[in-house]
């Protein structure tokens, strides 16, 4: 049987350590509503003014441009964080047909402590990541626009606990339970890049016809709306 999700309500690091343990996919509630940012960013102005309109931020383009064993979100641009939140504010929605291989922006996992210090304060870090001083990445993205199959792992600052916060819009994220998918996703044997896998670059998944594990994988996706954390 396919793993379910939870609901949980604002729990203690207690709780959350006995869901860790259990391997138990959750969402939280009551806990982003409580940061800072759930109000202030709702404010464009309020973004450029603290970034600032010309700080240079790292973002990514051209998604499909790169071999199996590169970079998987593209090609990275700098630009001025004004131009980024210009394009993103034009509120398109991205494709694979249309928008693969164009010039279509994606703030994606950039570290807050490094690029974005100013917003670090409006962000209330969850027990477990601020036990190791840890400050989380920032993602900004339209619709449409997917990350390939991985799995994060925690290690350094800011690292990956699997803790995700949705301030504004929604996110769906797919989650494949290793004990019942074990062998359908191979990885990159690339060092660094060890925890991506192999993936069809026109989708952003395992292509079924090389991997046909992956036509038969047990998943269930889960679409967080604004103010839910998982």
């Not at 006995?18 to 940061?35: D, H, K, R, S, Y």
């Not at 800072?36 to 973002?59: E, F, H, N, S």
């Not at 799995?151 to 996110?171: L, Q």
Request: net charge negative; charged share 25%.
């Amino acid at each position: 049987e396919t793993f379910k999700w939870i609901r949980v309500e604002n729990p203690s690091k207690e709780e959350m350590d006995l869901l860790v343990e259990q391997a138990q996919p959750f969402i939280i509630t009551g806990m982003v509503q409580e940061w800072p940012a759930y109000k202030l960013w709702q404010d464009p102005q309020y973004l450029i003014d603290k970034i600032g309109p010309d700080t240079k931020i790292p973002v990514r383009t051209h998604f499909l441009k790169y071999s199996s064993n590169a970079e998987w979100l593209g090609e990275e641009k700098n630009l001025p964080f004004i131009e980024f939140f210009d394009h993103w504010r034009q509120n398109k929605t991205w494709s694979v047909e249309t928008d693969a291989e164009t010039e279509f922006y994606y703030l994606a996992s950039l570290p807050m402590n490094k690029y974005f210090p100013s917003l670090a304060p409006d962000v209330i870090v969850p027990p477990h990541p601020a036990e190791q001083k840890k400050t989380g990445n920032l993602w900004i993205g339209n619709a449409g626009q997917i990350t390939p199959v991985h799995y994060d792992f925690s290690t350094g600052d800011p690292g990956m606990d699997g803790i995700h916060g949705v301030i504004a819009g929604r996110k769906i994220f797919r989650l494949f339970d290793p004990a019942k998918n074990v062998g359908c996703f191979p990885r990159k044997k690339i060092w660094g890049r060890m925890h991506q896998a192999i993936v069809d670059l026109k989708t952003g998944l395992p292509d079924a016809s090389i991997h046909p594990c992956y036509a038969n994988a047990h998943t269930n996706p889960q679409g967080l709306e604004d103010a839910r954390t998982i």
